[in-house]
């Protein structure tokens, strides 16, 4: 069983950063595809950005691209959201996930394991 906790969520000013960041227990950690989504109150939950394990291949929803960055560190067991520029819309628990490669990583059903989530805030 993987467990992943997120920590680093909270209230930030519009045009302020936080780094969010997720630690997993799973021995087979650097095998994996890791992804962070995020749930606004009555929205469905939305794909945020993607790496792959050898931490090349990035990929990020339109929304948030040229202003957070996900990086993961193997050795760690740790993958991180880097949050510049925020803004009002950005307020949503945000999710870790992890999983064996599969697909584009964009698609939540690609993920076997999902952390608990972190409340980001940005007020504006």
């Known amino acids: 069983q993987v467990q992943l906790v997120e920590s680093g969520g909270g209230l930030v000013q519009a045009g302020g950063s936080l780094r969010l960041s997720c630690a997993a227990s799973?021995?087979?950690?650097?095998?994996?595809?890791l992804g962070w989504f995020r749930q606004a109150p009555g929205k469905e939950r939305e794909f945020v950005a993607t790496?792959?394990?050898?931490?090349?291949?990035?990929n990020y929803a339109d929304s948030v691209k040229g202003r957070f960055t996900i990086s993961r560190d193997n050795a760690k067991k740790t993958v991180y959201l880097q949050m510049n520029s925020l803004k009002s819309e950005d307020t949503a628990v945000y999710y870790c996930?992890?999983?064996?490669?599969?697909?584009?990583?964009?698609?939540?059903?690609?993920?076997?394991?999902w952390g608990q989530g972190t409340q980001v805030t940005v007020s504006s």
């Open positions: 996930a992890a999983g064996p490669p599969r697909g584009t990583g964009w698609g939540t059903s690609e993920y076997a394991y």
């Open positions: 799973a021995r087979t950690f650097s095998s994996y595809t």
């Open positions: 790496i792959r394990w050898n931490g090349v291949g990035t």
